[in-house]
């Protein structure tokens, strides 16, 4: 059994700076991919980063302001999160997958954390 838990989110002003983490763990679990999603009220659950053994990939909305990073032997994952916007408040999730996953497509990852809530004041 893989248990995900997802920590850091809170209230920012716009403009300020969060970091979110995330670790996953279980017996025998190693994370190939590992990926933070966002959902906001009233909207779908989409991609924000995700990050692999070798490569990094983000949304569009957050490049150049998110960096995704990871810590293989633990199994865990940050994610940093500068120049925030009130359009990123949502709440955020973390995904994990032991193979590798097609990094956008939420489908593709079968283990999930609960969510942490990101709000970011105008």
């Known amino acids: 059994q893989v248990q995900v838990v997802e920590s850091g989110g809170g209230l920012v002003q716009t403009g300020g700076s969060l970091t979110l983490s995330c670790a996953a763990s279980?017996?025998?679990?190693?994370?190939?991919?590992m990926a933070w999603f966002r959902q906001a009220p009233g909207k779908e659950r989409e991609f924000v980063a995700a990050?692999?053994?070798?490569?990094?990939y983000y949304a569009d909305s957050v490049k150049g302001r998110f960096t995704i990073s990871r810590d293989n032997a633990k199994n865990t994952a940050s994610l940093q999160m500068n120049s925030l916007k009130p359009e990123d408040t949502a709440v955020y999730y973390c995904a994990a997958s032991s193979t590798m996953a097609l990094p956008p497509n939420p489908g593709r990852y079968p283990y999930w954390g609960q969510g942490t809530q990101v709000t970011v004041s105008s």
């Open positions: 990050i692999t053994w070798r490569n990094t």
């Open positions: 279980g017996r025998t679990f190693s994370a190939n991919v």
